[in-house]
Each structure stands twice: as C-alpha cells, then as structure tokens.
Antibody
Framework: QLQQQESGPGLVKPSETLSLICTVS??????????WGWIRQPPGKGLEWIGT???????HYNPSLKSRLTISVDTSKNQISLKLSSVTAADTAMYYC??????????????WGQGTMVTVSS | SSELAQDPAVSVALGQTVRITCQGD??????ASWYQQKPGQAPVLVIY???NRPSGIPDRFSGSMSGKIASLTITGAQAEDEADYYC???????????FGGGTKLTVL
C-alpha cells in the first residue's frame, strides 16, 4: 500500500519560494498506473487542485498558478517536489500530496498524505 | 469561483437518505468523483468515476449523474457520515482537475 508524507518549512516569507517534498513509501513512483498530485486547502476553505505529474515528468498545472509553479519527480529518491514562487498570504494553506487514478473521462485522488501546513507571513 | 457548484450545507436525520449534488458544464462530458473530509483529517475518496466505491467504503454511499449534475447519495445516514463532501472532475477543456466548493453535511 502506497503512502505519502509531505514535508516543508511551515513558515515562508512573502515574495519567497515555497518548497515542499512528498516522499512516497510502499512502492515505486515509477509505477505506470499512477500520477501524483498536489492539492491545497486554505484554512476553513475548500480544496484546490495545484497540479499533477506523471513519473516520466509530464506535468499539468492549475492555470491560476502556472506562472509561479514547478512540480517535478525524483525517481531515485521516490519523491515529488513542489515549488511555488512569489508567495503571498493567499498561498497559506494545508498542502496535500495524493496519488491520482484516472480513466478516459475521470480523475480521482485515492491515497492522500496527511498534509503539511504552510503559512506565509513575515 | 469553482467550475463545480455545490450547496454549502445540507442536513439529514439519522437513518434517512440524503443527496448531495455537484453541478457544472464539464459534467456533461466527464465523470465526477467524491471525497469525505472530517475535521483535521485528509480527504477520503468515497466514489470515483461516477459510481465506483473504493475498497472499505460502505455501500450506503453511491453516485449518479444526469446531465450536468452529479449526485452523491447516502442511504441510511449514520452519525459518522457528518463531514464535508467535495466533488471533483475535469474542467470543460478536459486538461485540468477541478473541485467543487464543498458541502457540509450535518446528521441530526
């Protein structure tokens, strides 16, 4: 059973770059059936899709974040990383890493990490 | 604003049936999936690809779709079903994932 664990700094200053790591255990991220996604949730608000990446490195980003966002895969470390530049208070959120299962007409996130809280503040 | 619209709050009497809906143009083409989230916890997938339950999800949870509306039905709601529920699908371009704004379910 795959498990993900998110890790990050907890506190980031405005205008700086937020960097998070999702470490996968229980299997290789190179399994061809899985995509890997990042989802965030501001305090008291709903879920927002950030982006998704395949183990090959092919990625799709939320258009509203695309200009500031980089998601990458390190298969040697079994990790997925997220970098979000020029952060503001609006980027304060719980950030989740999840496995994405998909078909021709659907997508779902079936295994979620516990999340890591990131606060943007000076 | 989300491309998938959900009612902010719904309530149901214990043991009764409740339907939570998700509406959006992309649902005419793409299937919805549903998540349950309890306070302080990560979301849990309860329905994927319109009406498929992951292992371990009780069969009182079911999904359906009609037109541009997807529905999550809980038949015989239990106290432990009190939670926030989110739908997700693709946007109308088919290239991106979108979530609904969430519905808070109260079991009375």
């Amino acid at each position: 059973q795959l498990q993900q664990q998110e890790s990050g700094p907890g506190l980031v200053k405005p205008s700086e770059t937020l960097s998070l790591i999702c470490t996968v255990s229980g299997g290789s991220i190179s399994r061809s059936s899985y995509y890997w996604g990042w989802i965030r949730q501001p305090p008291g608000k709903g879920l927002e899709w950030i982006g998704t990446i395949y183990y090959s490195g092919s990625a799709h980003y939320n258009p509203s974040l695309k200009s500031r966002l980089t998601i990458s895969v390190d298969t040697s470390k079994n990790q997925i990383s997220l970098k979000l530049s020029s952060v503001t208070a609006a980027d304060t959120a719980m950030y989740y890493c999840a496995t994405r299962i998909t078909g021709a007409l659907w997508d779902a996130f079936d295994i979620w990490g516990q999340g890591t809280m990131v606060t943007v503040s000076s | 604003s989300s491309e998938l619209a959900q009612d902010p709050a719904v309530s149901v009497a214990l043991g009764q049936t409740v339907r939570i809906t998700c509406q959006g143009d992309s649902l005419r083409t793409y299937y919805a999936s549903w998540y349950q989230q309890k306070p302080g916890q990560a979301p849990v997938l309860v329905i994927y690809s319109k009406n498929n339950r992951p292992s371990g999800i009780p069969d009182r949870f079911s999904g359906s779709m009609s037109g541009k509306i997807a529905s999550l039905t809980i038949t015989g709601a239990q106290a432990e079903d009190e939670a926030d529920y989110y739908c997700n699908s693709r946007d109308t371009s088919g290239n991106h994932v979108v979530f609904g704004g969430g519905t808070k379910l109260t079991v009375l």
